[in-house]
């Protein structure tokens, strides 16, 4: 009499199952964990994308200020919340708006290579991760102003969500 | 031996996906973090640029005294073509004209500047292409400049009053030193006066008008003597400057250059402007000079750059300091196509 089931017996099928459906809930478990990973390090290092461009804009727009020829003092604005000032021949203007965004409006154009072509229009971005931003402003001789007096050079506080903290000094 | 093919089987599939998993996931984050990289490796560089730059600013600080060996004319010893691994390149400014102050209208052959008067005070070299005529455009950038300082002697008043307003100095400061600067400048006929108007010791009196502290900003942010560094000035730039000092605006330039041209090219340093204008010195003093006090450093390496413009200068007691007018960090190629 021929075998029905090709010499296994009922042992080894319970068994070849059990095993085959272990191996299919570990492999759609493993998927679904994967990808799962791969969500976050995806928000993560795209955050790490953008956190990469701004220090990329703040560093530029830092390193090349218009120090001398310098614009005439109400071209300027300083104030605790915002700055404008000039970069690479352009007006560059930093703003702490509502709900933790930084409004950079920058000498920069990261759609390019880095370029101080005067004639390109400034580029405007929005980052949500800067949980606050405050200038303090000081004289030559490293003396605070508390007031719109004439400032030497400033230090930018850029604290993040994590409430990790970018300190820049710049020169006026 | 069916059943050992299929576990077989079985596993290779399991590496196979796990691998493509990680490779795809790999692929994923370091796509994502090349610019961050970037951005990181970029920050370290810079620290090495500036730190380079610091160890080149002492080579203009060293006190050589009667010693020329530079090819800037004395004032410091040779300095460094590489530093650290990066490529360090010079050039002089003060071998220019001062767009931003001199009044060029009174030029009697106005060869380079358009009719359009320059009213604004202009802030890159790129700005000056406009206001030059089509023929000279490839050669504006090598005779005139807006970051040389402004030289009390030759400057307009209308456009010093603009450099002023450019200072970090408050309104009521910048009328006192307009002021101050007025009453000095009792001839019109400034340009072609004979001497300085503004000679060493009215210079130094205006630091009694600035900030307290703050007096050597006199020596960094004006000037009264000549500044345009006979032993380098092209052609074209001498022309021009003799021209608006000379009191015969007929002047052959060509009488003088010739002099000078002879010293090139039997390498010989011009340690005195008398070499070149014997008695009619007392006319050009207030233009040339034999040796240079600003400068661009560039320290290059993988195509980037950091552009320092610097003032050197001699304090009131005397000792050689260094102020950093303005810095410019870029790639090297677009600085050399926005130069061609």
Redesign the interface.
Known sequence: MNKLNYGYSLIEIILSISIASI?IVL?VG??FY?YR??GK??SN??K??K???F??II??DS???????????DHYTFKENEIVF?SG?RRVNYSFVEDFNIKIESAYDLSS??????DKMKKSYTFNFIKDFYVKYYD??GLLLLNEE?S?YCELYFTFNDKTKKILKMRL | MYKNGYSLLIVIFIIAFLSATLVSSFLLITQNLKPVNKTIRSNSEIEAYYSTLSDILKYFTEDIKDNFTSPYNGWFNELPEEKNDFNIKYSIEDIKIDINCINLQSLKDNKYITNEEIKKHLYYNEEIDPFIKEEYKNKYNEIFSVYLIPNLNLSDITKLKNYLETSIYDTPLQNDILNKIKSFRTDNEFLTYSGLLINEEKYINLKTILPRGREDELYIFFDFKGQININFVKEEVFEIAIKLCSPDKNIDYKKYFDIIKQKRENEVSIRDIKEIFGNDKRYYEKMFSVDSSLFFIEIIKNKRVLKTLIRKYKNFRGENKIYILKYFFNDFKDIEEKTE
């Open positions: 191996i492999f493993i998927t994967l990973g791969f390090v995806e290092s795209v790490l994308k956190i990469g461009q220090l990329d560093t530029f390193l090349n200020i218009d120090a001398y020829p310098r614009r005439p003092k000039y021949g290579d880095v370029s101080n072509d005067i030559r001789d004439t030497y």
